[in-house]
């Protein structure tokens, strides 16, 4: 049996997305997060070393990182179609999303979240303008740019076909959801990004993400 350690308000509800478009049987087994720090409990060091979700374990098998996981169950259920064969010619796209989404996307959008924790905090107040001072650097100088520059990218490819990969919803789509969720809601852009927000629609009209959101529970992007 698959069993997904799942995390409230993580990258752990692709998991339960993606296994309900495949029709694999699962359970899941919850974790809190601590209300102080948000931070996953101890008791996910006993499946995986980094204490981190998602980790999917079958049988003596432990699988981390949502990507590789993805990736895992897409290339071992072909029948499902989502992912291209090799030899295909949306396959590279259909990888290059694949891996986008955590290895570029997320970068900027989390330390978006951090730098604004930081500008928000309760700090003494004698220290609180060196704070935001800094922080409005970082904003201007590291962050904003790159974010900026991921979102044009990502709102052009969804410009030019309906599903990251080309005209067919894959695995990467479901990788992708995470990012573009989270700049819809956090990111804080004036732009319009009218394409982002019909992928969001489409995704979560989908039945298979409406019945994730029944297993894994209330989900908040990055609360």
Not at 70 to 80: C, D, K, S
Not at 192 to 208: K, M, V
């Amino acid at each position: 049996m698959i069993v997904v350690h799942h995390l409230e308000h993580s990258r752990s509800q692709r998991v339960l997305w993606m296994l309900e478009e495949l029709g694999l049987a699962y359970e899941v087994r919850r974790y809190r997060r601590d209300p102080e720090t948000m931070l996953a409990p101890a008791s996910l060091r006993a499946v995986h070393i980094l204490g981190k979700s998602p980790v999917v374990t079958e049988g003596e098998q432990v699988f981390a990182e949502s990507g590789a996981i993805i990736e895992h169950l897409a290339e071992r259920n072909p029948a499902a179609g989502l992912a291209p064969a090799p030899g295909d010619p949306e396959r590279f796209r259909y990888l290059y999303w694949l891996h986008f989404a955590e290895g570029s996307a997320m970068t900027p959008l989390f330390l978006k979240l951090i730098i604004d924790r930081l500008e928000g905090s309760r700090a003494p107040l004698i220290v609180r303008p060196v704070i935001r001072s800094i922080a409005r650097r970082m904003h201007r100088t590291l962050v904003t740019p790159r974010l900026e520059d991921n979102l044009d990218l990502m709102e052009a490819e969804l410009a030019r076909t309906t599903w990251f990969a080309g005209d067919r919803f894959t695995a990467a789509d479901i990788q992708m959801s995470f990012p573009v969720q989270v700049a819809l809601a956090r990111g804080g852009s004036v732009k319009a990004l009218p394409h982002l927000r019909s992928f969001a629609e489409r995704i979560e009209s989908r039945p298979s993400y409406k019945r994730a959101l029944e297993r894994g529970g209330k989900f908040e992007i990055l609360r």
